[in-house]
């Protein structure tokens, strides 16, 4: 059967919660489904005008958080409220601190974030794309070392019911499984 192209389901989708500062310094976060990475040290957004794009504008700084179980209101709340009306950080209740590499709040309650300087901002296309220049983890989400993500339960957007969704088990081994075909 085809269906409507107008909204075309691409999945999966993720959960990235954008942290910055505002002009006075305060911290802002907004939720961004549309996002990948896109070389080993690099993240690619893509982002309509929101309070967040005048804040890295301003900054040439960003964290980038991961939605996870635990953290689905806060998560939602972020991409239903806008920094320009908003003290959205205090009103989901979260705490923060400055990250140590880029001017861009770090969100407590979130245990793995990223740190990113701009690498390119285009104010045509919304594309954003980050320098990965640190990243964050809970030690609670850690095996040996290795962000285990059985433990951080993070989760995915599905576009195609409006959903955030849980990710499932491992059901098989990457640059491996294929090789008994080859
Ligand atoms: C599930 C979900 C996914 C979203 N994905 C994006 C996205 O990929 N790009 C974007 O520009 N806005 C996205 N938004 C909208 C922003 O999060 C929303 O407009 C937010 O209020 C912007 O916050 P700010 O003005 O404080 O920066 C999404 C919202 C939700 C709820």
């Known amino acids: 059967m085809e269906l409507s192209t107008k909204i075309p389901v691409i999945t999966p989708e993720g959960v990235f919660i954008i942290g910055t500062y505002k002009e006075d310094g305060t911290p802002n976060a ?29 900054t040439g700084a960003f964290t980038v958080a991961m939605g996870t179980v635990d953290t689905v209101v806060i998560s939602d709340y972020f991409g239903v409220e806008t920094g320009f009306k908003a003290n959205k950080i205090e009103q989901a209740g979260c705490h923060v ?10 969100i407590e309650e979130y245990p793995l974030t ?27 989400i850690l095996t040996d070392g290795k962000v285990d993500l059985d433990k951080m339960k993070p989760i995915m957007f599905d576009i195609s019911t409006l959903s955030y969704r849980a990710i499932g088990p491992v059901v098989g081994k990457a640059y491996h499984d294929g090789l008994k075909l080859k």
């Open 30 to 58: 907004m939720n961004a489904a549309w996002g990948i990475q896109s070389d080993y040290g690099e993240i690619t957004l893509f982002l309509a005008k929101h309070k967040t794009t005048d804040n890295i504008k301003r």
């Open 97 to 106: 601190h400055k990250s140590a590499h880029v001017n861009a709040p770090i």
């Open 114 to 140: 990223l740190e990113c300087e701009v690498k390119s901002w285009d104010d045509e296309t919304g594309i954003l794309v980050g320098k990965i220049v640190g990243e964050q983890a809970d030690e609670s």
